[in-house]
């Protein structure tokens, strides 16, 4: 199996292929790469490697791993996961950024979680873009009413929307719904450009839609190690 630097390497050659191929400047893309399950160790490889974003879908390693390699300078951490409210000071400690704001109670609850001297906190707006009430994201009706809560925060900065692909579709047909919602969040906030879209497996179609930031996984960090 290609090594650490080769998988990144690669990786990173297919981004530029897809915006390419897009008409896009490759540039313009923010690549994030998701450690999940795997150690802290794993985090200064890919520095040592150039990466400075990465990305955790649980509270409980992201708060290991961003204690764990605070030394490492430029670091930049982004929350993708599903949210818990009574979970918010600790994301807001370890996250620059949380992709994954999909009610008000949330919004709210990172916004009440800032100390005296914290930065303003980068947060996308999260769309389901399935038919099914449980999976994570607001609904599509609700993305200017929590677009506009969000704005309103005094710490929280509204950056964008961020949506997962549904398995059953398409991705390149839900892609295209994002960017439209994407039109709809930058209504209420014009400067909301990003769209975080596209994983290992869809994130040339993501590309291709207007997705701004990747979170691509195992494509890079290769297969997760066995759980303790």
Not at 41 to 63: I, K, T, Y
């Amino acid at each position: 199996m290609p090594d650490l630097a080769q998988r990144l390497a690669d990786v990173d050659f297919r981004i530029g292929e897809a915006a390419r191929a897009a008409g896009r400047d490759p540039g313009e893309l923010t690549r994030i790469v998701v450690t999940k399950f795997h150690p802290a160790s794993l985090v200064r490889e890919l520095h040592a490697l150039g990466v400075r974003d990465l990305g955790e879908n649980r509270q409980q390693e992201l708060s290991a791993k961003a204690e764990e390699t605070s030394d490492l300078p430029d670091t930049r951490w982004h929350f993708i996961g599903q949210a818990q409210t009574n979970k918010a000071r600790a994301i807001r400690r370890a996250a620059a950024v949380v992709h994954s704001v999909d009610r008000e109670r949330l919004a709210e609850a990172l916004d009440a979680a800032a100390e005296p001297g914290d930065a303003v906190l980068d947060v996308l707006v999260q769309v389901n873009l399935t038919d099914d009430a449980g999976r994570g994201g607001v609904s599509p009706d609700g993305i200017e009413p929590l677009a506009e809560r969000i704005a309103a925060a005094a710490t929280l900065r509204l950056r964008g929307v961020m949506a997962v692909a549904p398995l059953d579709e398409a991705p390149t047909a839900a892609f295209e719904r994002l960017a439209g919602y994407s039109d709809r969040v930058r209504a209420v906030v014009p400067e909301a450009t990003w769209i975080s879209a596209g994983m290992t497996g869809d994130f040339a179609e993501a590309i291709a839609c207007g997705a701004t930031h990747l979170r691509i996984g195992s494509a890079i960090t290769g297969p997760r190690p066995p759980r303790a």
